[in-house]
Protein backbone atom coordinates (compact mmCIF):
# COMPACT_ATOMS: atom_id res chain seq x y z
CA UNK A 1 0.00 0.00 0.00
CA UNK A 2 1.35 3.53 -0.63
CA UNK A 3 0.80 7.11 0.46
CA UNK A 4 1.60 9.99 -0.86
CA UNK A 5 2.52 13.43 1.47
CA UNK A 6 2.80 16.87 -0.99
CA UNK A 7 2.51 20.02 -0.38
CA UNK A 8 1.21 21.16 -3.21
CA UNK A 9 1.98 25.00 -2.78
CA UNK A 10 -1.84 25.83 -4.29
CA UNK A 11 -0.77 24.27 -8.27
CA UNK A 12 1.82 27.48 -8.67
CA UNK A 13 5.59 25.86 -9.66
CA UNK A 14 8.66 26.91 -7.10
CA UNK A 15 10.50 28.05 -9.88
CA UNK A 16 8.42 29.42 -13.06
CA UNK A 17 5.34 31.11 -10.68
CA UNK A 18 3.14 29.19 -12.65
CA UNK A 19 -0.03 27.59 -11.77
CA UNK A 20 -0.67 24.63 -13.91
CA UNK A 21 -2.29 22.51 -11.91
CA UNK A 22 -2.36 19.31 -14.44
CA UNK A 23 1.36 19.41 -13.47
CA UNK A 24 -0.05 18.04 -9.83
CA UNK A 25 -2.30 15.89 -10.88
CA UNK A 26 0.78 14.17 -13.19
CA UNK A 27 3.13 13.85 -10.64
CA UNK A 28 0.76 12.13 -8.19
CA UNK A 29 -0.85 10.16 -10.47
CA UNK A 30 2.86 8.73 -11.66
CA UNK A 31 3.15 7.67 -8.56
CA UNK A 32 0.30 5.67 -8.07
CA UNK A 33 -0.34 6.38 -4.53
CA UNK A 34 -3.29 4.62 -2.68
CA UNK A 35 -3.96 7.65 0.32
CA UNK A 36 -2.90 11.14 -0.94
CA UNK A 37 -2.28 14.00 2.01
CA UNK A 38 -1.95 17.13 0.67
CA UNK A 39 -1.07 20.88 2.15
CA UNK A 40 -1.74 24.18 0.78
CA UNK A 41 -4.70 23.14 -1.65
CA UNK A 42 -6.89 25.96 -2.90
CA UNK A 43 -10.24 26.60 -3.22
CA UNK A 44 -11.93 29.58 -4.98
CA UNK A 45 -8.89 31.85 -4.79
CA UNK A 46 -7.97 34.27 -7.67
CA UNK A 47 -4.48 33.06 -8.24
CA UNK A 48 -5.05 29.75 -8.93
CA UNK A 49 -8.20 30.64 -11.21
CA UNK A 50 -10.97 29.98 -8.33
CA UNK A 51 -11.22 26.17 -9.61
CA UNK A 52 -12.45 24.13 -6.61
CA UNK A 53 -8.94 21.93 -6.03
CA UNK A 54 -10.27 19.37 -3.81
CA UNK A 55 -13.04 18.29 -6.06
CA UNK A 56 -11.00 18.59 -8.91
CA UNK A 57 -7.95 16.25 -7.84
CA UNK A 58 -10.27 14.02 -6.35
CA UNK A 59 -11.79 13.51 -9.74
CA UNK A 60 -8.96 13.57 -11.90
CA UNK A 61 -6.94 11.06 -9.70
CA UNK A 62 -10.11 8.80 -8.99
CA UNK A 63 -9.49 8.20 -5.33
CA UNK A 64 -12.67 8.78 -3.85
CA UNK A 65 -13.20 9.24 -0.64
CA UNK A 66 -12.07 12.96 0.36
CA UNK A 67 -11.81 15.50 3.28
CA UNK A 68 -10.90 18.91 2.67
CA UNK A 69 -9.98 21.41 5.97
CA UNK A 70 -9.97 25.10 5.04
CA UNK A 71 -7.62 26.40 7.23
CA UNK A 72 -6.70 29.90 6.17
CA UNK A 73 -9.31 32.28 4.63
CA UNK A 74 -8.87 34.48 1.56
CA UNK A 75 -11.82 36.39 0.21
CA UNK A 76 -14.50 34.29 -0.30
CA UNK A 77 -12.06 31.22 -0.16
CA UNK A 78 -9.15 29.93 0.74
CA UNK A 79 -6.69 27.37 1.40
CA UNK A 80 -5.77 24.36 3.35
CA UNK A 81 -5.30 20.30 4.08
CA UNK A 82 -6.75 17.99 1.80
CA UNK A 83 -7.18 14.04 2.46
CA UNK A 84 -8.19 11.88 -0.96
CA UNK A 85 -8.13 7.61 -0.03
CA UNK A 86 -9.02 4.75 -2.06
CA UNK A 87 -10.43 3.18 0.87
CA UNK A 88 -13.55 4.57 3.08
CA UNK A 89 -12.91 6.23 5.90
CA UNK A 90 -14.21 4.58 9.10
CA UNK A 91 -14.47 7.81 11.07
CA UNK A 92 -12.69 11.16 10.53
CA UNK A 93 -12.19 14.66 12.15
CA UNK A 94 -10.48 18.12 11.71
CA UNK A 95 -8.93 19.92 14.59
CA UNK A 96 -7.47 23.34 14.62
CA UNK A 97 -3.72 24.01 15.39
CA UNK A 98 -3.84 27.50 15.34
CA UNK A 99 -2.19 29.36 18.67
CA UNK A 100 -2.81 32.81 19.48
CA UNK A 101 -2.51 35.03 16.69
CA UNK A 102 -0.29 33.38 14.42
CA UNK A 103 -1.59 32.20 10.88
CA UNK A 104 -4.57 29.10 10.90
CA UNK A 105 -3.32 25.90 11.06
CA UNK A 106 -5.16 22.39 11.41
CA UNK A 107 -4.96 18.48 11.42
CA UNK A 108 -6.95 15.67 9.56
CA UNK A 109 -7.24 12.63 11.45
CA UNK A 110 -8.78 9.72 9.41
CA UNK A 111 -9.58 5.89 10.56
CA UNK A 112 -8.67 4.43 6.90
CA UNK A 113 -10.13 0.78 6.20
CA UNK A 114 -7.96 -0.36 4.01
CA UNK A 115 -7.96 -4.17 2.49
CA UNK A 116 -5.32 -5.28 5.33
CA UNK A 117 -6.98 -3.41 8.09
CA UNK A 118 -7.60 -0.11 9.22
CA UNK A 119 -5.02 2.46 9.56
CA UNK A 120 -5.12 5.87 11.87
CA UNK A 121 -3.72 8.94 10.10
CA UNK A 122 -2.86 12.20 10.34
CA UNK A 123 -2.18 15.34 7.95
CA UNK A 124 -1.42 18.47 8.78
CA UNK A 125 0.44 21.53 8.00
CA UNK A 126 2.45 23.17 10.87
CA UNK A 127 3.52 26.53 11.72
CA UNK A 128 6.69 28.45 11.35
CA UNK A 129 7.98 28.94 14.69
CA UNK A 130 9.55 26.16 16.39
CA UNK A 131 7.75 26.97 20.29
CA UNK A 132 4.19 27.07 17.97
CA UNK A 133 5.21 23.49 16.28
CA UNK A 134 6.47 21.60 19.64
CA UNK A 135 2.52 23.44 21.13
CA UNK A 136 1.05 21.89 18.05
CA UNK A 137 2.48 18.71 18.34
CA UNK A 138 1.58 17.96 21.82
CA UNK A 139 -2.12 19.45 21.41
CA UNK A 140 -2.73 17.01 18.68
CA UNK A 141 -0.63 13.69 20.44
CA UNK A 142 -2.82 14.60 23.54
CA UNK A 143 -6.05 15.09 21.91
CA UNK A 144 -8.91 12.58 22.99
CA UNK A 145 -9.66 12.07 19.24
CA UNK A 146 -6.55 11.09 18.53
CA UNK A 147 -6.11 9.12 21.56
CA UNK A 148 -8.92 7.00 20.41
CA UNK A 149 -6.99 5.55 17.29
CA UNK A 150 -3.92 4.41 20.02
CA UNK A 151 -4.80 0.52 19.45
CA UNK A 152 -4.11 1.10 15.66
CA UNK A 153 -1.41 1.66 13.64
CA UNK A 154 -1.00 5.63 13.51
CA UNK A 155 1.07 7.57 11.05
CA UNK A 156 1.50 11.54 10.84
CA UNK A 157 2.99 12.89 7.95
CA UNK A 158 2.65 16.34 6.24
CA UNK A 159 4.38 19.50 6.21
CA UNK A 160 6.20 19.88 9.58
CA UNK A 161 8.04 22.98 8.89
CA UNK A 162 10.76 21.54 11.31
CA UNK A 163 14.08 22.18 9.70
CA UNK A 164 16.10 21.38 12.60
CA UNK A 165 14.30 18.12 13.12
CA UNK A 166 13.48 18.77 16.82
CA UNK A 167 10.24 17.18 17.24
CA UNK A 168 11.85 13.83 16.47
CA UNK A 169 13.39 14.11 20.16
CA UNK A 170 10.25 16.15 21.92
CA UNK A 171 6.88 15.40 21.93
CA UNK A 172 7.21 12.16 19.46
CA UNK A 173 9.80 10.34 21.43
CA UNK A 174 7.80 11.12 24.55
CA UNK A 175 4.64 9.84 22.97
CA UNK A 176 6.86 6.73 21.23
CA UNK A 177 6.16 7.40 17.78
CA UNK A 178 9.69 6.95 15.57
CA UNK A 179 10.64 8.80 13.07
CA UNK A 180 10.31 6.91 9.47
CA UNK A 181 11.96 10.10 7.44
CA UNK A 182 15.16 9.83 9.18
CA UNK A 183 18.44 10.60 8.79
CA UNK A 184 17.03 13.84 7.70
CA UNK A 185 20.16 14.24 4.83
CA UNK A 186 18.33 11.13 3.02
CA UNK A 187 14.74 13.57 2.86
CA UNK A 188 15.48 16.58 1.90
CA UNK A 189 12.19 18.37 0.13
CA UNK A 190 12.57 21.97 -0.14
CA UNK A 191 13.12 24.10 -1.84
CA UNK A 192 11.92 21.37 -4.89
CA UNK A 193 14.70 22.32 -7.68
CA UNK A 194 17.40 22.55 -4.97
CA UNK A 195 16.45 20.88 -1.50
CA UNK A 196 18.05 21.35 1.30
CA UNK A 197 15.41 21.20 4.23
CA UNK A 198 13.49 17.99 5.27
CA UNK A 199 10.26 19.61 6.14
CA UNK A 200 8.14 16.62 4.48
CA UNK A 201 7.92 14.00 7.57
CA UNK A 202 6.46 10.92 8.54
CA UNK A 203 5.95 9.27 12.21
CA UNK A 204 4.99 6.30 13.40
CA UNK A 205 3.85 3.60 15.79
CA UNK A 206 1.92 0.31 16.29
CA UNK A 207 1.82 -2.32 14.44
CA UNK A 208 3.07 -1.76 11.15
CA UNK A 209 4.71 -5.41 9.27
CA UNK A 210 6.55 -2.91 6.79
CA UNK A 211 7.51 1.00 6.55
CA UNK A 212 9.81 2.14 3.91
CA UNK A 213 9.78 6.28 2.27
CA UNK A 214 11.70 7.78 -0.17
CA UNK A 215 11.43 11.10 -1.56
CA UNK A 216 9.84 11.47 -5.11
CA UNK A 217 13.10 13.11 -7.34
CA UNK A 218 11.12 13.15 -11.07
CA UNK A 219 11.49 16.24 -13.02
CA UNK A 220 8.45 17.38 -13.38
CA UNK A 221 7.95 17.17 -9.25
CA UNK A 222 10.80 19.61 -9.37
CA UNK A 223 8.94 21.91 -11.51
CA UNK A 224 4.99 21.69 -10.13
CA UNK A 225 5.52 22.67 -6.83
CA UNK A 226 8.29 24.17 -4.35
CA UNK A 227 7.67 21.09 -2.17
CA UNK A 228 9.10 17.29 -3.17
CA UNK A 229 6.25 14.29 -2.70
CA UNK A 230 7.36 12.06 0.44
CA UNK A 231 6.11 8.72 -0.66
CA UNK A 232 5.32 6.23 1.84
CA UNK A 233 5.01 2.57 1.62
CA UNK A 234 3.49 0.05 4.09
CA UNK A 235 1.88 -3.04 5.06
CA UNK A 236 -0.04 -3.94 8.37
Known sequence: MRLLSYNIHKG???RDRR??????????????????CLQEVDRNVRRSRFDNQP???????????????????????????????RWPFLSHHQV???????????????MIDTPNGAIHLVNWHL?????????????????HLFRDGRDLPQMI?????????TLAGGPFNVHGFQQLTAPISRFRSFPAYLPLGSL?????????????????????ARDASDHLPLIVDFEL
Open 12 to 14: IGG
Open 19 to 36: YRLQRIVDVIAAESPDIV
Open 55 to 85: EILAEKLKLTHRMYQLNVHVQAGGYGNLLLS
Open 96 to 110: SLTRQTKKSRGAQMA
Open 127 to 143: GLAERERHWQTRRLLEH
Open 157 to 165: VGDFNDWRN
Open 200 to 220: DKAFWRGSFSQLTAHVAKRRL
